[in-house]
């Protein structure tokens, strides 16, 4: 799965445009989806952190934190990884 098909996954998952989830933002539904988004690209679909980077504006080691924290999320929220289970399905 690309990135662009992710994007569009998360942010339908947290009713965001792309442009929430491309702005900055804390302790919010844009950060948790911008946490998700970075999780599942680098840990699950293995895209390089460095190009995540790229696209969300962010830096490397901003990355490599949000993908901490959206595991955390994923373990947190059974919804969610329910949720990433079926769109792996699609």
Known sequence: MGLDDLLDKVT???D???DDL???GRRN???EAR???CFLAVRCLHHPGAKVAL???MGAPSVSRA???GEKLVAAR???GQWWEAQKKQ
Do not use: D, I
Request: glycine share 4%; net charge positive.
């Open 55 to 57: 696209l969300l504006n």
């Open 78 to 80: 059974p919804e969610v």
């Open 16 to 18: 965001l445009s792309a």
């Open 67 to 69: 993908v901490q924290r």
């Open 35 to 37: 946490e998700l988004f």
């Open 22 to 24: 491309l702005r900055r």
């Open 29 to 31: 539904r844009q950060a």
């Open 12 to 14: 339908g998952f947290f």
